[in-house]
T-cell receptor, first 109, second 115 residues
């Protein structure tokens, strides 16, 4: 079966750095997405990786290793507004989007 | 209005009721989706409409019935639901066929409670 694993919940301190990991086992690979979802709001697109390496976008970076079936989302200089759930999703060989259950990130002052 | 709009935001219904969820996208996208989001579970794709043709997920019970009258509007008709159908129902749209990633734009969801 196809599977995406990410931690259920993480806690970090304002101003610090946090890394949210995502591992996947899918039938083929055509890209990996990260979405952010604040409580009661719509998920919003953060990043897309299809080639190995690091993609940087301001305070957020996303890394992909296809050989290891692994990605991480790195958040720097954490702010209270970064408290949200972070969803990892992989597009398989049939271009179906397989979702993880999300990681709830709690930021403490 | 911009983006993807869903109404109602909250809905409480009995098991014998019939209700509908509405979604409208103002992005000119050619694909629309219904997802079910339950606590601590992955998003479950229910239905996809691509170029106004339905791609159905066979595991969705018949008490959920989608309708896509045009490329901007999507409905989810609900009847004789069960308490386990209580969840957040998310609508999304995307531009299929464009180069690069097929990025979904989501609505804020309709929170459904079945009593």
């Amino acid at each position: 079966g196809q599977n995406i694993d990410q931690p259920t919940e993480m806690t970090a301190t304002e101003g610090a750095i946090v890394q949210i990991n995502c591992t996947y086992q899918t039938s083929g690979f055509n890209g990996l997405f990260w979405y952010q979802q604040h409580a009661g709001e719509a998920p919003t697109f953060l990043s897309y990786n299809v080639l190995d390496g690091l993609e940087e976008k301001g305070r957020f970076s996303s890394f992909l290793s296809r050989s290891k079936g692994y990605s991480y989302l790195l958040l720097k200089e954490l702010q209270m507004k970064d408290s949200a759930s972070y969803l990892c999703a992989v597009t398989d060989s049939n271009y179906q989007l397989i979702w993880g259950a999300g990681t709830k990130l709690i930021i403490k002052p | 209005e911009t983006g993807v709009t869903q109404t109602p935001r909250h809905l409480v219904m009995g098991m014998t009721n019939k209700k509908s969820l509405k979604c409208e996208q103002h992005l000119g996208h050619n694909a629309m989706y219904w997802y079910k989001q339950s606590a601590k579970k992955p998003l479950e794709l229910m239905f996809v409409y691509s170029l106004e043709e339905r791609v159905e997920n066979n595991s969705v019970p018949s008490r959920f019935s989608p309708e896509c009258p045009n490329s901007s509007h999507l409905f989810l008709h609900l009847h004789t639901l069960q308490p386990e159908d209580s969840a957040l129902y998310l609508c999304a749209s995307s531009q299929e066929g464009s180069s690069g990633a097929n990025v979904l734009t989501f609505g804020a969801g309709s929170r459904l409670t079945v009593l």
